[in-house]
């Protein structure tokens, strides 16, 4: 699999881009009928398809029935582009006002926010975002997340780091479950029919007087789950503690500690 980043092209540009400035795009040549949303709205449709890799300038003039080259004349490469699709996402999340509910709850709704958005495009967790587009869709997105923390007595830098810290956790949990995805389609079994066919040949070679504490626990997880691995408990039971390792922040904040 690629290493996708945010923050790999051209600085300045990408910025013109994302803020739709006037001078962000050249003007070499005639542009035909199609705009620079078009072109990212045809991105994200390839990448939902059929992930990342199959953006290409190539690829994304197919499918606006235009000449690759064409392209070149609304962003300046795939990096850029790659930008202008993340930002795109964030824009179109939801943002609801969630300003009455208590803390737990506004945090909860951002993580669900965030882990529906990489179920819908899974592709967007693959992509690190340490140097973050910093368009009016991340820039939205900031600042509501971080309204989530609002009356929690967390100084700034902490409210950011609790921000972080939960998206960091969404996204580890939506890669895991795109990777559980991706073993289902590949060998077109789902958890249940793999861990029943598979679990009596486990049986066989584990010695449970070996391994006592990884066979009891092995075989009662996966008794529960029907499988090696249950993304649906895994992320509830992580947000769950996510949730209560800020509770002790929040709590020693409000008590001035």
């Known amino acids: 699999m690629s290493t996708y980043r945010s923050g790999a092209g051209d600085p300045a540009r990408t910025l013109h881009l994302l803020w739709r400035r006037p001078d962000a795009t050249p003007r070499r040549g005639p542009r035909p009928g199609r705009s620079l949303d078009d072109v990212v709205t045809a ?12 953006v290409t300038m190539r690829r994304v003039g197919q499918a606006l029935g235009v000449a690759p080259m064409t392209l070149y004349s609304y962003v300046p490469g795939k990096a850029e582009l790659l930008d202008l699709m993340v930002d795109a996402l964030y824009a179109g ?19 669900r926010d965030n882990r529906d958005l990489y179920t819908a495009h899974p592709w967007a967790a693959e992509v690190a975002t340490g ?3 910093l368009g009016p869709g991340l820039m939205a997105k900031y600042e509501y997340e971080l309204r989530a923390f609002d009356d929690t007595g967390l ?3 902490t409210r950011d780091a609790s921000l972080t810290h939960l ?27 793999w861990w029943a066919a598979n679990g009596p040949l486990l049986a066989e070679v584990l010695d449970e007087r070996r391994y006592p504490t990884a066979v009891r626990v092995g075989s009662a997880a996966g008794a529960a789950h029907q499988a090696a691995y249950d993304p649906d408990h895994a992320y509830e039971f992580g947000l769950e503690r996510v949730l209560d390792g800020l509770a002790v922040l929040i709590d020693a904040a409000r008590a001035g500690d």
């Open 43 to 54: 991105a994200i449709g390839l990448a939902d398809a059929e992930g990342l890799d199959a």
């Open 93 to 111: 999340m939801p943002r609801p006002d969630r300003s009455g509910q208590p803390w737990r709850r506004r945090v909860s709704a951002v993580a």
């Open 155 to 157: 100084d700034d830098v």
């Open 131 to 133: 140097r973050p587009p």
């Open 167 to 193: 998206l960091d956790f969404v996204r580890a949990a939506a890669r895991s479950a795109a990777e559980v995805r991706a073993a289902r389609r590949d060998s077109a079994q789902s958890e249940e029919q």
